[in-house]
């Protein structure tokens, strides 16, 4: 997608990186000077003002993303067998995915070792929830701070909350069918706006990443930059082995179809998802290439492909239960289980509410770091490499959704006649 200025996003994004990494370096050079204050001055401005935005958007987009994500189960009634399979394969693939990141995480202590000061303040406002969560009482705490009175949730941006709430509302729209066509209609035109609203907001991306990444270098020790291109190599390898081991033995196990057979037949639609960070905008040719290649029947392919691209993310849910433990431990903090735990949970639902466009899993990422009491400001240490890694959980992300389609097919051919009367009723 060309901009305005004629580049494209991606090269704004890259230009930008290294122009901040430049005058970040230049501002070494002059610490304690009026340029370095004022300089420092005005980066925090318009780093806030990206981050803030991001803040924004984020209950909105979660909120309405969730909802169109679970009412376009519209037949959810007569495809009895069809989604409860599909939903139960993306929950189990997406679990596995959260417990690779995180164990991956762990395995090689990414962010280990050092002390990042430059969060300090906005750390201090959260202390007191890291402090009390402890591993008995979380479950209670969630509870608690989940159920609430929706209002109160959307205000204080509880996002897990919102959540919670927007599957309910999902839930009801499917299940109240016709009724509530016209709630659909807004739910989806409202999701419709929020994107539109999210692009805006990304074409500052390349102004917020530079600001953000000369704050970083200016200020913090340097050898944060080696750990960040650790934590990139760090997470990418885990979501290619996810990709290249994980879900092909799945897909034997359960699909009965040769790895082989899979690749080349998705082949394309892997390609594209690498290329344009969006399973969205890969959906029609996953489906393509689940049917005409991998022979899934066009009404299995067809359920289960759209609203994979909505909520089956395993790309991204991997690489949000990485990056908050990356971020603790840059911070020194070391999370307990309990805390672990909302982080997988969390990072689940980040995903689910994650829609299939390039970096929507950076948006939600910061609801998984406030969950355990990490400063939205974090994800300035991920924001550089965020387009980077984006491209390769998206193809995991495809991919799922293609696996899944696959043994969901399988799973329900036995009853093809039953169910070819359901969808035709
Ligand atoms: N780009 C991803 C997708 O479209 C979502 C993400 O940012 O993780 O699948």
Known sequence: MKTWIGMSLNTQILLAALIGIFFGLLLRLYPDSVFFNQSIYVLT?????FIGFLKM???????SSIVVGVASLESGHQ????????????????????????????????GKGLDVAIFQTAMQQHQPDVQSLDASSFLMNFVQNTLINPFKAFSDGNVLSV???????????????????????????????????????????????????????AKEDLSILSRVAEFAAVVTGTTIFHGAIVLPLLLWIFGKMSPFTFFKGTRLALITAFATSSSSATMPLSLKCAQENLGVRPQIAGFVIPLGSHLNMDGTALYEAAAALFVANLMGLDLHLGQQIIVCLTAMIASLGAPGIPSAGMVTMIMVLQ????????????????????TVRTVVNVQGDMMVSVVVDRYTRTDENALQVRFDS
């Open 371 to 390: 969950s355990v009491g990490l400063p939205a400001e974090a994800i300035a240490i991920l924001l550089p490499i965020d387009r980077i890694l984006d």
């Open 57 to 63: 958007l984020l209950v909105p987009l979660v909120f």
């Open 79 to 110: 495809l009895g067998k069809v989604w409860k399979f599909t939903l139960m394969c993306s929950f189990v693939t997406m679990s596995l995915s959260l417990c690779l990141g995180l164990m991956c995480a762990h395995i090689f202590e990414v």
């Open 163 to 217: 959540v919670i709430f927007a599957m309910l509302i999902g839930l009801a729209l499917v299940y109240g069918g016709a009724r509530f066509q016209s709630i659909r209609n807004l739910s989806q035109e409202f999701f419709d706006l929020v994107m539109l609203l999210v692009s805006w907001v990304m074409k500052l991306a390349p102004l917020g990443i530079l600001a953000l990444l000369a704050k970083l270098i």
């Open 45 to 49: 401005l318009i780093s806030g003002i």
